[in-house]
């Protein structure tokens, strides 16, 4: 018989579980499960950075929440119009995301619809989830709904008949989208295509900042979402204005300050040249003049002069005397055109 205590074996690995039987993994264990060996990671620098940074400084745009909270009901109107259902929509959420970010979070299958705003030249998004696409052509179809939402087919593409009928009620978003944005700024947003891949609904760079506003619609127990997207180019010709926090949002004026401002610069002393006349001569002549000499300036007494200040001409005068002093006359206005802008 063999002992094998009297053989010196190494000892078997230690298996990864805890004596109540639980599975453990150390971080070595974690790391080659996910495929990280542990080398070093490069770190992004500069403008790459900066432009793949996955934070967002989300800038508010309080106006553009304000024509949402319009949007949400004008549109519960037109689609209670359009299905004769009991319709309830509701605003989820106002965000900012990345256009790569926000492509590739769309649940497929779904409908993307580009639309354009004419005024600004520029393009949007407008996208529907499929419980959205489903109840909407169940509703205009004439089903009864009850609370069963359709089944879902994996694969198959939509129909003419499935796209045209959420075409119909992309129309009336945008409408009631452009109807809302009127006050701001009258706008119109109109529809272009429908595609069901997003890939052929890019309408700006993957790394672009976009605003996304998002609703969900109820009807009869079914329903879904859909958003708008609006990329920051394309809202940027109104930026200012969805900047403020209230319509025609001014910034406060101090009438006092301003009237005792006016009251001290109309106080204030500045001084004034007449120019008598001009004359060009050679610097050797100009070298050679002595005290009590007589300069011709081609001038008559009843020309008119410029009078000017820091060299700016602000009007015309004519010279003459008053209490023995020589003075001068204005013979034209201090012209507001004269002065310097």
Not at 70 to 95: K, Q
Not at 109 to 116: E, L, R
Not at 208 to 214: L, Q, R, S
Not at 265 to 293: H, W
Request: glycine share 8%.
């Amino acid at each position: 018989m063999i002992d094998l205590d009297d053989f010196d074996l190494p000892d078997p690995p230690a298996a990864p579980f805890a004596a109540d039987g639980e599975m453990k993994f150390d971080q070595a264990d974690i790391d080659a499960l996910f495929g990280d060996v542990g080398g070093p990671v490069e770190k992004k620098k500069g403008l790459r950075a900066v432009i793949e940074s996955k934070v967002i400084s989300q800038e508010r745009l309080p106006m553009l929440e304000v024509v949402c909270d319009r949007v949400v009901r004008a549109f519960a109107s037109s689609m209670r119009n359009l299905t004769s259902d009991a319709i309830d929509v509701s605003l989820e959420e106002v965000t900012s995301i990345r256009f790569g970010d926000f492509m590739n979070r769309i649940m497929l299958p779904a409908m993307v619809g580009v639309f354009q705003v004419k005024e600004w030249q520029n393009f949007g998004l407008i996208t529907v989830n499929s419980s959205l696409i489903y109840s909407v052509v169940d509703a205009l179809l004439g089903g009864r709904g009850g609370g069963a939402q359709p089944v879902v087919i994996d694969g198959r593409p939509f129909t003419t008949i499935e796209t045209t009928l959420v075409s119909r009620m992309l129309e009336l978003a945008l409408s009631d989208f452009s109807e809302a944005f009127k006050p701001i700024e009258p706008v119109t947003m109109q529809l272009e295509r429908v595609e069901s891949n997003p890939r052929f609904a890019a309408i700006a760079g993957t790394s672009n900042i976009c605003a996304v506003a998002t609703f969900r619609v109820d009807m009869d127990g079914r329903g879904g979402e859909f958003s708008l997207l609006f990329p920051y180019a394309t809202l940027e010709p109104v930026r200012h204005k969805l900047l403020q926090r209230f319509m025609g949002e001014k910034s406060g004026r101090d009438s006092i300050w301003e009237a005792h401002m006016a009251s001290e610069i109309r106080k204030t002393n500045v001084t004034v040249d007449v120019v008598l006349g001009e004359k060009a001569m050679p610097l050797a002549e100009l070298k050679a003049l002595e005290v009590g000499q007589t300069i011709a300036l081609h001038k008559s007494p009843d020309d008119p002069l410029d009078l000017a200040c820091g060299g700016v001409k602000l009007a015309q005068t004519q010279i003459g005397q008053r209490r023995g002093k020589v003075a001068v006359r204005l013979i034209s206005d201090v012209a507001k055109e004269r002065m310097p802008a």
